[in-house]
């Protein structure tokens, strides 16, 4: 009987925190500036979880977030969402369960954080060109070339001279394929880092 009641309380938390995470993906979706939040707010239901349950009831509640993301939202993002908010929730709640110093957690957290910006990126990758994560990179470095040459032509439409465009085009610099793909791998770990620095505090007074 006492194991029933457990069984049935781990299930009600599971659903309630799945529907937090629901709702909260939707706000992230459809309303820009919870874009931003979302990857604060989106692993700490599975924290919470983790905390009042154990692995087991939180890697069942990051699926069944995963499959209700893919069918209301978008698969891709379910993909993304689920790697993402499993190894950080995950990650976080097993480090204050566990009182595991402050360095270590930033430590952890990093690592669960560049896995699941590596996992998103792949899949994005894969999954929107054929060339995979150099076709991606291509399409960012046109991308980015397209909005320097934007912002050159706006700046010559407003009078600038031929001496002043060259330099915006000198300070913006020229950033091609192989330099984009040599400074990812660097900027996902240092942005992972700041992102685990910024969870932790958000999180850290409800813990």
């Known amino acids: 009987m006492y194991n029933r009641n457990i069984r049935t309380k781990s299930v009600i938390e599971a ?73 950080v929730g995950i990650a976080l709640g097993y480090c204050v369960k566990n009182s595991v110093r402050y360095s270590k957690t930033i430590a952890l957290l990093t690592i669960a954080f560049t896995l699941g910006m590596t996992v998103s990126l792949l899949t994005l990758a894969y999954l929107t060109t054929r060339a995979g994560i150099v076709g991606l990179a291509d399409i960012i470095v046109k991308s980015m070339e397209q909005s320097r040459e934007m912002a050159n032509s706006m700046s010559s439409a407003m009078g600038a001279s031929q001496e002043q465009l060259d330099q915006m085009t000198k300070l913006m610099g020229t950033v091609d394929r192989e330099l984009f793909l040599s400074w990812l791998p660097g900027t996902i770990v240092i942005s992972s880092f700041f992102v685990s620095l910024i969870n932790y505090a958000i999180a850290k007074p409800i813990f």
Not at 26 to 43: D, K, T
Request: net charge positive.
């Open 15 to 87: 659903g309630l925190n799945v529907a937090l995470i629901i709702v909260i993906m939707m706000f992230s979706a459809y309303v820009p500036v919870f874009a931003f939040l979302g990857i604060y707010l989106l692993p700490l239901p599975i924290t919470i979880l983790y905390l009042r349950n154990d692995f087991k009831t939180s890697v069942i509640a990051v699926i069944v977030s995963a499959i209700l993301i893919a069918i209301l939202i978008d698969p891709i993002k379910a993909i993304n969402v689920s790697v993402l908010l499993g190894a």
